[in-house]
């Protein structure tokens, strides 16, 4: 009697929070995939590179590879993928800030694992030197991970831009 309960929370929760990770409505642009080691019957774990543009801040893309492990859980979208995350943001075109915010603000998160892990890239602004600074993380339910990698972008003048905005003047 307990397993039919347990396995209808996890149907259940599995109908709610859905199989896929769960991305904003701009979500990542997955540039490419490739397989790290093989499994006979079920999918190959893959390093996957996405691209995510700054919500706030035009002219930043960011950037991040992860993990995504394969067999039977990863198959069915159930797998708690790892915390290791590495990113790297860049301008690519004139910076605009749409909005003020603040240090340490979320630009991007996804779920990482069906219930309790989620990634977030975050974003900062050293303002005595005009540079963005950008950090992913994983964070859980329970324990936080101390895996992270950051990425520095200087803001960079842009052909046709008179005058270079200060990251400074846009924070909260």
């Known amino acids: 009697m307990k397993r039919s309960k347990l396995l209808a929370l996890i149907s259940t929760a599995f109908l709610c929070f859905g199989a896929a990770p769960a991305f904003a409505q701009n979500g990542p642009d997955l540039i490419f995939r490739k397989s790290v080691d093989f499994k006979l019957l079920t999918p190959n774990d893959k390093l996957a590179t996405y691209g ?10 960011c950037y991040y590879t992860a993990h995504e492990k ?4 990863g198959m069915f979208g159930v797998a708690e993928q790892s915390s290791e995350v590495s990113l790297a943001c860049r301008q690519y075109a004139p ?11 979320t630009a991007f ?3 990482r694992s069906l219930l309790f892990k ?18 992913v993380y994983s964070d859980k339910l329970v324990e936080g991970s101390p895996e992270s990698s950051t990425s520095t972008l200087a803001i960079q003048p842009w052909a046709g831009q ?8 846009f924070l909260n």
Do not use: T, W
Not at 70 to 73: L, M, N, P, S
Not at 95 to 105: A, H, L, N
Not at 162 to 169: A, L, R, V
């Open 52 to 61: 995510i543009d700054d919500p706030v801040i035009d002219g930043v893309v």
């Open 162 to 169: 008179n005058e270079i905005p200060k990251c400074g003047d």
């Open 109 to 111: 998160s996804e779920r």
């Open 95 to 105: 910076i605009k800030f749409k909005e003020k915010f603040s240090q340490g603000d």
């Open 118 to 135: 989620r990634m977030h890239i975050v974003r900062g602004c050293d303002a005595k030197r005009n540079v963005l600074i950008y950090m």
């Open 70 to 73: 394969g067999g039977v859980a």
